[in-house]
């Protein structure tokens, strides 16, 4: 019989360095997101960003209040008490449109500094919390090693958002590949969606989804592919064949909102 106290350890080790890789990944995307950020004009936070309703100073709001709300799980995970993400989907909205028309220095400070506790919070949790199960804001449990991924999803796609001079060509590679896989898992069996094959052509990584008849062979950068699968890019400069006939990318088939 295998020692559980070795299981756990290990278990542990492993749930702590995906969880340090992960944070390293966020350092790099948050000193991103303050070098593109501080390049917008103090006029920008008024301006309609690619979410419909909201304006950039709705995206940087959200980017620091988010950050805020993962020290929340991140203080669940340590303590073992489970803290709610926000204190409530009212609660979230309200402090995203409160903050929004702030000036832009004081947006920019929030941002740092929010992300400064997310770090702190990080550096406090053993080994073993990096295990624990904790719950996202939309119900759903999941292992507290996995908070710093969600960390740079927010910012690498919201980064896009902003509608600045950031696009999915500068995705990191590593950030492009892992969300390709996820995308593709989440949108798998998406009744009604074609079957389509995903290949792309600077680091073939494929992926399947879909359940339809009808089968597209969709190849790109898989920036490209994570961007069209992301809701960030209509899918131009992608290759889409059936039966090996090539087709425009108007072709690609609509996908649900990513989630």
Not at 32 to 40: F, P, V
Not at 51 to 67: D, E, I, S, Y
Not at 183 to 199: N, S, Y
Request: aromatic residues 4%; charged residues 25%.
């Amino acid at each position: 019989m295998t020692d559980s106290t070795t299981d756990s350890g290990t278990a542990a080790d492993r749930a702590a360095a995906l969880a340090a890789a992960g944070l390293r990944s966020v350092e790099e995307s948050t000193a991103t997101l303050l070098r593109e950020t501080g390049d917008l004009t103090p006029e920008a936070v008024g301006e309609p960003s690619a979410l419909p309703g909201w304006t950039k100073g709705h995206v940087l709001t959200h980017l620091a209040r988010n950050a805020d709300s993962l020290v929340n799980l991140l203080t669940g995970a340590r303590t073992g008490r489970e803290i709610l993400q926000y204190a409530s989907p009212t609660a979230r909205d309200e402090d995203i449109a409160l903050g929004a028309p702030r000036p832009l220095a004081e947006q920019l400070a929030d941002l740092a500094a929010s992300h400064e506790r997310f770090v702190a919070a990080a550096a406090l949790l053993p080994d073993e919390a990096w295990t624990v199960q904790i719950r996202h804001r939309s119900g759903y449990l999941f292992p507290a090693h996995e908070l710093p991924t969600k960390r740079q999803m927010e910012i690498e796609y919201h980064l896009v958002d902003l509608g600045a001079d950031y696009t999915p060509r500068q995705w990191p590679t590593g950030f492009a590949e892992q969300e390709l896989a996820r995308l593709a898992e989440q949108f798998a069996k998406v009744e009604g969606l074609p079957t389509l094959t995903l290949t792309a052509t600077d680091t073939d990584r494929r992926a399947t989804l879909g359940d339809g008849p009808a089968q597209l062979a969709v190849e790109g950068p898989v920036r490209g592919l994570t961007a069209w699968l992301s809701g960030r890019s209509d899918g131009t400069g992608l290759v889409v064949r059936r039966d090996g006939e090539q087709l425009d990318h108007s072709a690609l088939p609509e996908l649900p909102p990513m989630g």
